[in-house]
C-alpha cells in the first residue's frame, strides 16, 4: 500500500504559477501528475521515473516541469504561464510495476 499526500493548488489568474507537491510514503518508480476537468477524461499531465525520466503532455510542454526528490519519495509539479484550460483537478499518480496509487486531488483554477 502507498499513501500519497498531495499540496499546493489554488486560485491564479492567467500568466500566472503555482507549484504542486505530493510525498509518497514509500520510493515509488514512476510518479507523476494527471488532471480531470469537469465533463472530461483524467488525461496525464506529466510524469517521472527515478532516474529522472520525463514525460509531458503536449499542452504543458514548455510551461509545466516535473521533478523529484528520491531521498523524500517526493514529486514537484511547477507550473508556469498557466491558461484557464489548465483549470482541472490535479491528482498524484504512482506507478509502481503497473500498479496505480492515487492522491485525494487538489483542485487547480485559472481566471481569464
Known amino acids: 500500500q502507498v499513501q500519497l499526500v498531495e499540496s499546493g493548488g489554488g486560485l491564479v489568474q492567467a500568466g500566472g504559477s503555482l507549484r504542486l507537491s505530493c510525498a509518497a510514503s514509500r520510493r515509488i518508480f514512476s510518479m507523476g501528475w494527471y488532471r480531470q476537468a469537469p465533463g472530461k477524461q483524467r488525461e496525464l499531465v506529466a510524469a517521472?521515473?527515478?532516474?529522472?525520466?520525463?514525460n509531458y503532455a503536449t499542452s504543458v510542454k514548455g510551461r509545466f516541469t516535473i521533478s523529484r526528490d528520491n531521498a523524500e519519495n517526493t514529486v514537484y509539479l511547477q507550473m508556469n504561464s498557466l491558461k484557464p484550460e489548465d483549470t482541472a483537478v490535479y491528482y498524484c499518480?504512482?506507478?509502481?510495476?503497473?500498479?496505480?496509487?492515487w492522491g485525494q486531488g487538489t483542485q487547480v483554477t485559472v481566471s481569464s
Open positions: 499518480n504512482a506507478n509502481q510495476l503497473g500498479y496505480h496509487y
Open positions: 517521472i521515473t527515478s532516474d529522472g525520466t520525463t
